[in-house]
C-alpha cells in the first residue's frame, strides 16, 4: 500500500521543511501528502444549495454598498462644502471654483476627499473588531448562519434608508448610513466566503473523489490537486456570479436613470432598486442552506470572548503555519494598497464626472463585462492547464498593482495619470479583466492555507487583512491630501505598499508546504468534527481512521 502521512506523524507536529516534517524534535523522513479529515455525517451539497450560494453572491455584488451610496455620498459633501480660496458660502461647483472643496470638520475644516477617507478608515477599523471579535466563534453551532443573516439584514436596511439622504446638508446622515452599509457589506463577504471550504469539501463530486483515494484508486497527490481545483471551481463561479449581478444590476437601474433622469430623487431610487434586486437573489440561500454546525461552544466560553483567545494561540503557535501567517501578513499590506487605490481612484473617478450616477453606471458596465469574462477565462486555463492557485495569483496581481504607478504619473503631468476621461474608462477594463479573478484566486489560497476546522477563524483574519486592513492606507493618504491639496500625491505611498507586499506573497509563501501544514495543525487542535482535541484524543482519532487502518494492513 502507498504511504500515507495520516499515521506517519505524531500530532505534535510543529513545522513543515520542504518534505521533511519535525515531530517531537526528531524529523520524519519519506512523507507523502497529508490529507484533510472530513466528516461524512455532514450532508452532501445539493443542486438547490449550490446555485442559492450562487444567488446570494449574484446579489451580494457591491454596487449599492460599495458604489452608489459612496457616490451619494461624496456628492451630497461636495454640494454641503465650499471652495477654501474664494471662502466661506462659495460653491465648490462654481465655474471658477479652484478644485478645492472642504467641509466642517472639528473645529476647523476638512477636504470632501479626506472624509470620505476617514469614514473608510474608520469602517475598516470597526470591520477589524468585528473579525478579531467573532470571526473564531463563527465556527462553533450555527453561529454562522446567524451571522451572516444579521450582517445582511443590517445592510439591506442600511440601503433601503438611503431614500431618505435628498439634500445636501444630510450629508452627515449619508456618511452615517454609507459607513453601516459599508461595514456589514464587507462583513457579508468575509462570513460567507468562508462558506465555501467546506461546500467544496462536500460536493458529490469531492466526495466521491474521496472514497476513490480511500479505497487507493487515486493517489494522494491526484486527490490534493482535485480538492484544490474543486474549490478554485466554486470560488470563481462564485464571482463570476457576482459579475454577472454587476452587470444585471446596472442594467436595471439605466430603467430608472434615463427615464428619470431629471428627477432629483432618481438616485434614491436607484439604490432601493439596487438592494431590493439582492434580497430578491439572497433569500433563497437561508432556505435551501443545508445545516453543517460546528462543534458546541466549549463550557465557561463566551461568543464575544473566544475569538481572541483563539487568535492569541494561533498567534502563539504561527511556527506551525508559517506560510500561512506570511501570506496575511503580507495580503494585509497589498489589500491595504490595493483597496485604497481603489478609493483614490472613485473620488477622481466621481470628480471628473461630476458624481453622475449614470456614468458610474455605463463605467460600472464595462468593468462588470470585463470582469465575468476574464473570471471564466481565467478558470478555464486554470482548469484545462491544472495551473496552481498561486501561478493565476501572480498574473493577476502584477496587473493591478501598476493601477497607482499609473496614478503617480499623474503627479507630474496632466497628459496621464487619471486626469482624462479614456483613462477611466480604461481604468475599469483593467480593473475588470485582472482584478476580479485577482479576488477569486486570493481567497482560493487562503481556502488553502486554513486548516480545515478553522475556516471561519482563518477567514476572520483574511477579512482583517482583505477588508480591514484599510484602516492604514485611507489615514495616511487623507494625510498626504490635506497636505498637499492634490490627490495624486498619495499615489506613491500605495504603490511602494503593493510593490512591496506582492514581493513577499511572491517569494516567500509556499502554498503546497503551507496547505499541508494547515492539515497538520487542524489534524493536532481540532477533531474531524472541528471540535478541540488533547494531542492523545487526536492519535486516537487517527488510529480508527480509514487510512490507519489501511495502513495497519
Known amino acids: 500500500m502507498e504511504k500515507q502521512l495520516a499515521t506517519e506523524i505524531p500530532v505534535a507536529v510543529m ?25 461524512k455525517n455532514e450532508p452532501i451539497v445539493t443542486r438547490r444549495e449550490l446555485w442559492s450560494y450562487y444567488l446570494y ?103 433601503f434608508a438611503s431614500m431618505s439622504l435628498t439634500s445636501p446638508d444630510r450629508w452627515r446622515g449619508a456618511m452615517a448610513l454609507y459607513m453601516i452599509g459599508f461595514i456589514s457589506y464587507g462583513a457579508t463577504l468575509v462570513f460567507y466566503s468562508a462558506l465555501f471550504p467546506r461546500l467544496a ?13 480511500e479505497c487507493g484508486e487515486v493517489s494522494a497527490a491526484e486527490y490534493e490537486q482535485e480538492e484544490s481545483l474543486e474549490k478554485n471551481r466554486i470560488s470563481n463561479i462564485s464571482t463570476t456570479h457576482s459579475n454577472i449581478g454587476y452587470v444585471v444590476t446596472l442594467c436595471l437601474n439605466l430603467s430608472l436613470l434615463l ?64 506560510y500561512t501567517f506570511t501570506y496575511l501578513i503580507a495580503f494585509f499590506l497589498l489589500a ?7 478609493t483614490l481612484v472613485t473620488i477622481c473617478q466621481n470628480d471628473k464626472f461630476s458624481f453622475s450616477f449614470l456614468e458610474s453606471t455605463y463605467l460600472g458596465l464595462a468593468q462588470a463585462i470585463t470582469s465575468t469574462m476574464s473570471t ?51 481604468y475599469n477594463v483593467v480593473f475588470g479583466l485582472f482584478q476580479a479573478p485577482y479576488y477569486s484566486f486570493s481567497q482560493t489560497m487562503m481556502a ?30 487623507q494625510a498626504i491630501i490635506d497636505k498637499s491639496g492634490s490627490n495624486w500625491m498619495g499615489f506613491p505611498f500605495l504603490f511602494a505598499l503593493c510593490v512591496a507586499a506582492s514581493l513577499v506573497i511572491w517569494f516567500g509563501v509556499d502554498v503546497e508546504k503551507g ?15 472541528g471540535a478541540c482535541t488533547s494531542n492523545a484524543e487526536a492519535e486516537k482519532g487517527d488510529s480508527d481512521s480509514p487510512i490507519a487502518k489501511d495502513k495497519k494492513a
Open 15 to 39: 513545522t513543515v521543511d520542504s518534505e521533511t516534517f519535525v515531530a517531537h524534535g526528531e524529523e520524519v523522513q519519506e512523507v507523502v501528502l497529508p490529507i484533510a479529515s472530513i466528516d
Open 57 to 159: 453572491c449574484n446579489g451580494d455584488n457591491g454596487v449599492g454598498p460599495n458604489g452608489y451610496s459612496l457616490t451619494l455620498f461624496q456628492s451630497l459633501a461636495n454640494s454641503a462644502g465650499y471652495d477654501p480660496v474664494r471662502g466661506s458660502g462659495s460653491s465648490c461647483n462654481d465655474v471658477g471654483a479652484s478644485g478645492q472643496c472642504v467641509l466642517p470638520w472639528g473645529s476647523g475644516t476638512k477636504s470632501v476627499s479626506s472624509v470620505v477617507l476617514v469614514s473608510n478608515g474608520l469602517s475598516f477599523a470597526v470591520m477589524t473588531l468585528i473579525f478579531t471579535t467573532i470571526g473564531s466563534a463563527a465556527d462553533y453551532g450555527n453561529f454562522s448562519r446567524w451571522l451572516i443573516l444579521t450582517f445582511t439584514v443590517i445592510c439591506w436596511g442600511a440601503q
Open 201 to 213: 469539501r462536500n460536493t458529490l463530486h469531492a466526495r466521491t473523489l474521496r472514497e476513490k483515494y
Open 259 to 322: 427615464p428619470l433622469a431629471r428627477n432629483t430623487k432618481v438616485n434614491n431610487y436607484v439604490i432601493v432598486l439596487t438592494n431590493a434586486y439582492w434580497v430578491l437573489t439572497g433569500i433563497w440561500w437561508y432556505i435551501f442552506q443545508q445545516p453543517r454546525p460546528g462543534p458546541s461552544l466549549p463550557k465557561g466560553e463566551h461568543y464575544l470572548t473566544i475569538g481572541w483567545k483563539q487568535i492569541w494561540e494561533a498567534v502563539r503557535r504561527w511556527r506551525e503555519l508559517p
Open 336 to 342: 491595504d494598497g490595493l483597496n485604497t487605490t481603489g
Open 376 to 426: 471564466l477565462g481565467f478558470w478555464y486555463i486554470q482548469r484545462y492547464w491544472k495551473i496552481p492557485t498561486k501561478r493565476m495569483f501572480i498574473v493577476t496581481n502584477v496587473v493591478t498593482m501598476f493601477i497607482p504607478l499609473w496614478g503617480m504619473i499623474g503627479i507630474w503631468t496632466q497628459k496621464f495619470g487619471f486626469h482624462n476621461v479614456w483613462e477611466f474608462w480604461a
Open 448 to 477: 488553502e492555507l486554513s486548516p480545515p476546522g478553522f475556516d471561519n477563524m482563518y477567514f476572520g483574519l483574511f477579512g482583517l487583512s482583505n477588508r480591514a486592513s484599510s484602516m492604514i492606507g485611507p489615514n495616511v493618504i
Open 515 to 529: 496547505r499541508r501544514a494547515a492539515i497538520v495543525f487542524s489534524r493536532a487542535h481540532r477533531a474531524v468534527d
